[in-house]
């Protein structure tokens, strides 16, 4: 398959997933290997992929330019592009790489809502997952603001 | 285990980052994220471990603003 079952192990994502799981669904995706500066994503774009950074790191920006208002770094195990799977919306933010390079795993939107029809076991722990990261995320955000308020 | 660390850094413009890895964070332990480095000043649990993962908040702080505060301090 290409990808080593410790680095998936290590995507929250999959987190649950049997070791059989974990080989049907790395077939629907790719993975691809971006460099330092690449973007991956920009803010508007109609584009419903998910992302799972096996290695690297990327930055979450407002715009791509110089005065752009950073809002994240993500490094491995990391998932971005959730929101555009669950609602097929614009992408809400750009994406760039910000390490000398990162190994980013994606699913197409269309290819994984199939899988999930026929595998709806991994269907049911794959979304549980997305539920509590979206969670983790607003927890983060929730004890940010405390900070920055004390 | 596999620890979920969201890494929030204190004084300073940079947004913090978050970052599944295999080894807990400690204290006094630098982290690289982007571009700068930092140390880590605070580790806590966020959340009760579930499965395989466990979930942490990590304060760190620029490394060279530490040293340049340390520095100040000593003169």
Redesign the interface.
């Known amino acids: 398959m290409g990808i080593s079952l410790s680095a998936l192990r290590a995507i929250e994502l999959f987190a649950g997933l049997t070791e059989d799981e974990l080989k049907a669904i790395v077939d629907v995706g790719k993975t691809t290997t971006y460099r330092q500066g690449d973007v991956i994503l920009r803010k508007g774009e109609q584009s419903t992929e998910v992302y799972l950074l096996l290695g690297g790191q990327v930055e979450v920006v407002s715009e791509l330019s110089e005065d752009a208002t950073s809002y994240i770094i993500l490094g491995a195990g990391q998932s971005f592009g959730e929101m555009a799977l669950l609602d097929a919306g614009p992408r809400s933010a750009a994406i760039r790489c910000v390490s000398p390079k990162a190994e980013i795993f994606s699913f197409g939107r269309d290819d994984l809502l199939t899988f999930w029809e026929s595998h709806c076991e991994v269907g049911y722990k794959m979304l549980f997952n997305i539920a509590r990261d979206l969670g983790f995320k607003l927890r983060i955000r929730n004890l940010k603001q405390e900070m920055e308020g004390a | 285990m596999?620890y979920?660390v969201?890494y929030?850094v204190?004084g300073g413009?940079?947004?913090?980052?978050?970052?599944?890895?295999?080894f807990a964070p400690e204290i006094g332990k630098e982290v690289q994220?982007?571009?700068k480095t930092f140390r880590i000043v605070e580790v806590s649990e966020?959340?009760p471990p579930?499965?395989?993962?466990a979930?942490l908040?990590v304060t760190c702080r620029p490394v060279q603003e530490q040293t340049a505060s340390q520095e100040e301090a000593e003169t």
């Open positions: 596999i979920k969201s929030v204190t413009e940079h947004p913090g980052a978050m970052i599944n890895q295999e994220l982007g571009d966020l959340l579930m499965g395989d993962f979930f908040h």
